[in-house]
């Protein structure tokens, strides 16, 4: 019997991020809050781009690195600020160097950053919020904008 089904990938991440919001309103597990968002972000992102938008983290690189063009010496290229902004999700997911066998991050604020990047992107993609949604920025509102 076959049990496979279609999934799409935009309610496929739209789960991945409101598991993610879960878990960190819980104060669970942040690692999986960066990689279940991580993974959110990265599919509403290139549903952004196919439909001929601009996602949260292109957006940020592009105009960090006019910023540090102006400002920096030597500045930072686009490239060099996503690659940033993703350390924390790709060194959670991938294990390939035998040298780097931990991590040091501020766990609680890649969640953060990560779980913001992807919830920009959902808002942008003008679906309908999810109740995770709107509990969560709540949250931001509250400790982020108004701290």
Known sequence: ?????????VEIAQRQ?????????????????VTL????????GKELEHRGLVSALRNTSEI????????DKPPSTAQEIRDRANYARNHLK???DPNAAAVTLDIRQEA???????FDNAT??????????YEYNEWF???EIGA
């Not at 019997?1 to 990938?9: H, I, L, N, V």
């Not at 968002?37 to 509403?44: F, Q, R, S, V, W």
């Not at 960090?64 to 400002?71: E, N, P, Q, T």
């Not at 942008?124 to 949604?133: C, F, K, N, Y």
């Open 112 to 118: 953060i950053d990560m779980l913001s990047r992807a």
């Open 141 to 143: 509102l509250e400790h």
């Open 124 to 133: 942008m993609l003008d679906g309908p919020w999810s109740p995770e949604m």
């Open 94 to 96: 991938h294990h390939g």
């Open 17 to 33: 991020l409101d598991t993610a919001i879960r878990l960190f309103l819980e104060g669970k597990d942040f690692f999986s809050v």
């Open 1 to 9: 019997m076959d049990s496979a089904r279609t999934y799409p990938k």
């Open 37 to 44: 968002a991580g993974a959110a972000d990265e599919i509403l």
């Open 64 to 71: 960090g690195a006019r910023v540090s063009a102006a400002f």
